[in-house]
């Protein structure tokens, strides 16, 4: 038996005892897999002064491929480990994700024999292979937006032994070839279920996607499909997933603190604004009641809550024992944050599994079940 063999089994072995691979299926697809292969051309590990360290596929061990983390392997959409040699800055925009929480995934998807299955997001391809294991690759559909991603994970799933079927295309408008869909399963993240999605999934089948923009403070969602083209669905736990490549926020671009220079309002608050940096949550109501921000933390500048898209900003800076909030734009995006998170607290910090959605043409309804003040009604346009 190989070390790369046994190192595959001893993962599938951690991830059972773990609870995470509850069906003889999934353990079964894990101890086949051999994840190695998808890590091609190779991955970034992190390395000096927040830098990231190539590892060549051909250095990578048995340790590391068998590792339960993220592994990034692309960084700022186009630099792999072919194009460096030492360690390079850079976001990371592709990743094979944590082996447990793809598994995970799969398993709370409900996939049963006889499904024909859509994957949006193929990533590197390993859940898409592991999705072929358990269905037969006839069964799968995976849709990948990058064409360079999408060839480098058709050729892996080839090597591995698995010709499902491939698109290269807009994962959020779904593939409409084979629905309607039993499950639909998305290993990115969204800010909002798009309607194709629903409507190519059959009255009952379930849509399992991350829901969030901020990467600390998605949810895992289970979406049941009704006979009026709308869902409704419960949050299963916070999980974490790159975000969907047509709704990445753009780069940042001009003077931040230029751009906060000029506020509307000063106030003082002593609800620490870390909250929303910390995930979990709070970061999570944060997003429901200001869609679109995002909170970032700047050098010389502080913590900023900023809204691009509506010109919105909250910038908090340190007052004593307590935080001086100076904010601008149509609306005070920490007003509503606050209340949002002081009305959670009050009714006993309850946790993402109560939160339900209902989606219906023109909105996505948010609501803590048990808890009337926490509600939040988000019209698409």
Same mark, same amino acid.
Request: hydrophobic content about 40%.
């Given at each position: 038996?190989?070390?790369?063999?046994?190192?595959?089994?001893?993962?599938?072995?951690?991830?059972?005892?773990?609870?995470?691979?509850?069906?003889?299926?999934?353990?079964?697809?894990?101890?086949?897999?051999?994840?190695?292969?998808?890590?091609?051309?190779?991955?970034?590990?992190?390395?000096?002064?927040?830098?990231?360290?190539?590892?060549?596929?051909?250095?990578?061990?048995?340790?590391?491929?068998?590792?339960?983390?993220?592994?990034?392997?692309?960084?700022?959409?186009?630099?792999?480990?072919?194009?460096?040699?030492?360690?390079?800055?850079?976001?990371?925009?592709?990743?094979?994700?944590?082996?447990?929480?793809?598994?995970?995934?799969?398993?709370?998807?409900?996939?049963?024999?006889?499904?024909?299955?859509?994957?949006?997001?193929?990533?590197?391809?390993?859940?898409?292979?592991?999705?072929?294991?358990?269905?037969?690759?006839?069964?799968?559909?995976?849709?990948?937006?990058?064409?360079?991603?999408?060839?480098?994970?058709?050729?892996?799933?080839?090597?591995?032994?698995?010709?499902?079927?491939?698109?290269?295309? $807009?994962?959020? =408008?779904?593939?409409? @070839?084979?629905? /309607?869909?039993?499950?639909?399963?998305? +290993?990115?993240?969204?800010? *909002? &279920?798009?309607?194709?999605?629903?409507?190519?999934?059959?009255?009952?089948?379930?849509?399992?996607?991350?829901?969030?923009?901020?990467?600390?403070?998605?949810?895992?969602?289970?979406?049941?499909?009704?006979?009026?083209?709308?869902?409704?669905?419960?949050?299963?736990?916070?999980?974490?997933?790159?975000?969907?490549?047509?709704?990445?926020?753009?780069?940042?671009?001009?003077?931040?603190?230029?751009?906060?220079?000029?506020?509307?309002?000063?106030?003082?608050?002593?609800? $620490?604004?870390? =909250?929303?940096?910390? @995930?979990?949550? /709070?970061?999570?109501?944060?997003?429901? +009641?200001?869609?679109?921000? *995002? &909170?970032?933390?700047?050098?010389?500048?502080?913590?900023?809550?900023?809204?691009?898209?509506?010109?919105?900003?909250?910038?908090?800076?340190?007052?004593?024992?307590?935080?001086?909030?100076?904010?601008?734009?149509?609306?005070?995006?920490?007003?509503?944050?606050?209340?949002?998170?002081?009305?959670?607290?009050?009714?006993?910090?309850?946790?993402?599994?109560?939160?339900?959605?209902?989606?219906?043409?023109?909105?996505?309804?948010?609501?803590?079940?048990?808890?009337?003040?926490?509600?939040?009604?988000?019209?698409?346009?």
């Amino acid at each position: 038996m190989s070390d790369m063999t046994s190192a595959r089994r001893a993962l599938a072995a951690r991830l059972h005892g773990a609870g995470v691979l509850a069906r003889p299926e999934w353990r079964r697809a894990v101890e086949a897999v051999p994840r190695e292969l998808f890590l091609r051309p190779g991955v970034f590990v992190p390395g000096p002064a927040g830098r990231w360290t190539p590892v060549p596929a051909g250095r990578i061990g048995p340790a590391l491929a068998y590792s339960d983390q993220s592994l990034v392997t692309r960084l700022d959409g186009r630099t792999t480990t072919e194009d460096v040699v030492e360690a390079v800055p850079g976001t990371p925009t592709s990743s094979s994700t944590v082996p447990s929480l793809v598994a995970d995934m799969l398993g709370k998807a409900g996939v049963e024999d006889g499904h024909g299955v859509p994957e949006i997001g193929t990533g590197t391809g390993y859940s898409t292979a592991l999705l072929c294991h358990r269905l037969g690759a006839e069964a799968v559909t995976t849709v990948e937006v990058d064409p360079g991603i999408a060839r480098r994970a058709s050729d892996a799933l080839g090597t591995a032994g698995y010709v499902p079927h491939t698109v290269t295309g $807009d994962g959020l =408008l779904g593939h409409a @070839g084979q629905a /309607p869909y039993a499950r639909i399963i998305a +290993t990115c993240a969204v800010r *909002r &279920v798009p309607e194709s999605w629903l409507r190519q999934t059959r009255p009952g089948g379930v849509v399992l996607t991350t829901l969030g923009s901020w990467p600390n403070g998605s949810g895992l969602l289970r979406l049941t499909a009704g006979e009026d083209g709308g869902g409704e669905g419960e949050f299963l736990g916070h999980t974490s997933f790159m975000q969907a490549r047509a709704q990445v926020p753009p780069p940042l671009a001009g003077d931040l603190s230029a751009r906060v220079a000029d506020a509307d309002g000063d106030r003082t608050t002593d609800l $620490d604004p870390a =909250l929303l940096l910390g @995930g979990g949550m /709070p970061a999570f109501l944060a997003q429901l +009641t200001a869609p679109g921000s *995002r &909170v970032i933390r700047v050098d010389g500048l502080g913590t900023v809550l900023l809204d691009t898209e509506r010109g919105n900003f909250a910038h908090f800076l340190r007052a004593g024992e307590s935080w001086r909030v100076r904010q601008g734009g149509p609306v005070a995006p920490w007003d509503g944050i606050e209340e949002a998170v002081r009305a959670w607290q009050a009714a006993g910090r309850p946790g993402i599994e109560t939160v339900r959605l209902r989606v219906s043409a023109g909105a996505h309804s948010y609501r803590v079940a048990g808890h009337p003040a926490l509600r939040w009604h988000h019209p698409v346009s």
